[in-house]
């Protein structure tokens, strides 16, 4: 790398702090937990795992935090996915593939519409209110 | 490329001499092995401070802290907790709790503790200027150069109320004002990475962790003053710490952040690395400037100081490393906000090294104004094996003792000053009721006196009076007099040395004799030493009902001293006796009593 400029100094420290950024979990509102058990695993979770990685990446949204977690129980409808955010319910997507991955991050996350034919769990009306 | 998760592995001295490489390798292994390098980051950071506990490994983003890793347990961290997203229990600081204690911010060790010094120590790659530039790193040099007047930088430094890290407690802006004002074609700044004092880390785990923040602090330094070549001495022990210097150097050159015309400020900076050879006297300014010089390590009276006739007679400003490393961040968020943290007349945060009989040794660094109490109960965990804390030095072999009524004292340069230690650099090294006062203060003394130039006889000859009078104390061959003349030499060393070597050379023991006075007089008028340290003070006695009269202790007597017929009990022959433990360490019967 040649020597920088002022602008170039500034560029170059807005690319790399946002993969800085990923590693603080601090202030960041939206939890994704992935399910990766041996069930999820075998059921595709790695890939759902990475679509997310890439999905945000695409998306530059800054505000998730996305960790990987252990079986959730429901093992027949794997890959689970977990999302927590504010203004919206707690919910429980399954079947999880990369493609669905992709409309739950533009719908659910940055449109807060449900993904409702993947929708395995979500809170009861009253527990909403 | 995007990663799904990091895995942070310490990459101090100390974790890395309990095999943090070969854990950092395993982990890449493992990683590929399971086709997981695309999702995963394995980086090696800085000090994290929790040394007591090491190796630490840190897995993001879910903040899992994991203690103790072993290179083995490499394979086991990648398998459950990166490929499963299932913790490692046993790994974990506290298994009781692994739940909620997974977290570092639930560990007590880190709950007081407030890092500016160390934000990026445990949190970046400190060999990839990357890393440093996306935490911020070299936005306060871009801020100086483009936005401020050397005038701004020094009222910024005032405004911060920033002194020196180095001990002494000098105001930084002052030092600088002084360099600034020399009308001079050619001045130097130097960086003062000769850490000395026994214990005492702080530095070497910031420039190993963070090495950018005082090439920053150094050349925006340059700017302010008008100087265009800086010197970083570090002591050679300190492999590591130059090494990732050298290689920080290295980047920063490439990038231009170094050399010529930075970032096309038309502003030179350039910094060298200079060795030291290990002597403790070189940590003084004016001993350390002759060392650079290529002369014989000795300090010189001072006035003139060195920011105005420093090295080669030039204005020279040096500061101490963590003086260095508080600097950008002071720039980048303001003088003001760095004086809101800490105490009126010692803002700001200290590093400390604690060490000694304490439960969670390690690097910290909090508010000035701490108490050591928290320091010592809430952040060390306490003392080991649920002992009575006795006492804590600070300031290493220049500072004194600080004894358990003095535990809420505010951490600050004059609260300590008062007590009759001092800040120091920050070791900080913590005593039980198991030590012997004499011998701490001898171990200390001792170490100045090996460590005394011998340029100035208070040194040189004040120390070794006291030594010796100190020995003959601890051999129950101390009279009350002694510790008259304690005093008066202690005060002569004070007032007549030539540089803080000296000055404070007798600090341990003035204090030790101004808190444990009672110890002294133990050891003088009943010739005892309670925590059986002083080995000059004890007897060593066989018991004849344990005795079988195998005869090794006779055998490895150096005195002959012991005597007696085989299969019969044997005696140690108390005038002849030495006192060098031998019989109580070679019996095995348990027959030889220390008393």
Redesign the interface.
């Known amino acids: 790398m040649g020597k920088l400029t002022l602008e170039e100094l500034r560029k170059l420290r807005e690319s790399t702090r946002r993969e800085i950024e990923k590693r603080e979990t601090t202030d960041k509102s939206v939890q994704v937990l992935v399910g990766m058990g041996t069930c999820g695993i075998a059921a595709g979770a790695r890939d759902t795992l990475q679509a997310f990685v890439e999905e945000i990446e695409k998306t530059g949204l800054k505000d998730i935090v996305l960790k990987p977690t252990g079986c959730m129980g429901s093992c027949y409808a794997e890959p689970t996915v977990e999302i927590s955010m504010p203004e919206m319910p707690t919910i429980l997507y399954c079947k999880v593939t990369p493609e669905v991955v992709r409309k739950i991050v533009d719908s659910h996350i940055v449109h807060k519409q449900l993904v409702n034919e993947h929708v395995l769990d979500k809170p009861a009306a009253d527990i909403l209110h | 490329m995007?990663?799904?998760?990091?895995v942070?592995v310490c990459g101090g001295t100390g974790c890395e001499s309990d095999h943090a490489s070969e854990i950092y390798e395993n982990i890449n292994k493992e990683l590929i092995a399971k086709d997981l390098k695309?999702?995963v980051q394995v980086v090696k950071t800085g000090c994290f401070g929790f040394c007591e506990h090491g190796p630490i490994v840190k897995v993001?983003?879910?903040?899992t802290f994991y203690v103790n890793v072993k290179p083995e347990d490499a394979a086991v961290i990648v398998n459950e907790h990166?490929?499963?997203?299932?913790p490692v229990t046993r790994l974990l600081y506290d298994q009781s709790q692994s739940k909620k204690n997974a977290k570092i911010e639930d560990i007590q060790f880190y709950q007081k503790q407030f890092r500016i010094v160390l934000r990026n120590c445990g949190?970046?790659n400190p060999e990839d200027v990357?890393?440093y530039?996306?935490?911020?790193?070299?936005?306060a040099l871009?801020k100086v150069l483009?936005q401020m007047k050397p005038d701004d930088v020094i009222n910024e430094l005032k405004a911060s109320g920033l002194r020196g890290r180095g001990g002494a407690g000098f105001p930084t802006w002052r030092k600088w004002t002084f360099s600034k004002g020399v009308q001079e074609d050619v001045k130097y700044v130097v960086c003062n990475a000769d850490e000395g004092d026994p214990g005492a880390y702080m530095d070497r785990a910031t420039i190993e962790g963070d090495p950018h923040s005082v090439l920053e602090a150094m050349t925006i330094c340059g700017y302010t003053v008008g100087s265009n070549q800086g010197y970083i001495y570090i002591r050679a022990e300190y492999p590591l710490a130059i090494r990732r210097l050298e290689i920080a150097i290295g980047q920063a050159h490439?990038?231009?952040?170094l050399?010529k015309?930075i970032?096309?400020?038309g502003f030179d900076f350039d910094i060298e690395i200079r060795l030291g050879a290990g002597a403790f006297v070189c940590g003084e300014e004016t001993a350390l400037l002759a060392s650079i010089e290529g002369n014989r390590g000795m300090p010189r009276p001072r006035p003139p100081f060195p920011a105005v006739k420093g090295l080669w007679g030039k204005p020279t400003v040096i500061n101490n490393v963590e003086t260095w490393a508080s600097i950008p961040i002071i720039i980048t968020r303001g003088g003001k906000w760095f004086a809101s943290i800490g105490t009126e007349k010692s803002p700001g945060t200290k590093v400390f090294a604690l060490t000694g009989k304490i439960n969670n040794s390690g690097l910290i660094e909090v508010p000035m104004g701490t108490t050591l109490r928290d320091v010592i109960f809430d952040i060390g965990g306490g003392i080991r094996n649920n002992r009575k804390f006795k006492a804590a030095q600070t300031g290493g072999p220049s500072g004194g003792v600080i004894p358990a009524d003095y535990l809420d004292t505010p951490i600050d340069y004059e609260s300590l000053g008062k007590l009759g230690s001092i800040m120091g650099s920050g070791g900080l090294i913590v005593m039980d009721e198991d030590d012997c006062m004499i011998d701490i203060a001898k171990f200390y003394l001792q170490f100045s006196v090996d460590e005394s130039c011998g340029k100035c006889s208070p040194c040189r000859i004040g120390g070794k009076q006291l030594l010796e009078i100190l020995d003959r104390i601890s051999q129950g061959k101390g009279e009350m007099v002694d510790l008259d003349k304690i005093e008066e030499i202690g005060l002569a060393m004070q007032k007549a040395s030539l540089c803080g070597l000296g000055q404070n050379a007798a600090n341990p023991v003035l204090s030790t004799l101004r808190y444990f006075k009672q110890e002294y007089l133990e050891h003088i008028q009943e010739k005892k030493c309670h925590s059986g340290s002083c080995s000059g003070l004890l007897n060593f006695l066989i018991d004849p009902d344990k005795c079988i009269g195998c005869g090794l202790c006779a055998l490895k007597c150096p005195a002959n001293c012991i005597s007696g017929e085989k299969r019969k009990p044997y005696t140690i022959n108390q005038l002849e006796c030495i006192k060098c433990g031998n019989c109580f360490t070679v019996c095995k019967f348990s027959a030889v009593l220390k008393q």
């Open positions: 995007a990663y799904r998760a990091y942070l695309n999702e993001l983003p879910d903040e990166l490929l499963k997203g299932r949190v970046i990357n890393e530039i996306a935490r911020d790193g070299y936005s871009e483009f490439e990038m231009g952040l050399g015309d970032l096309g400020s």
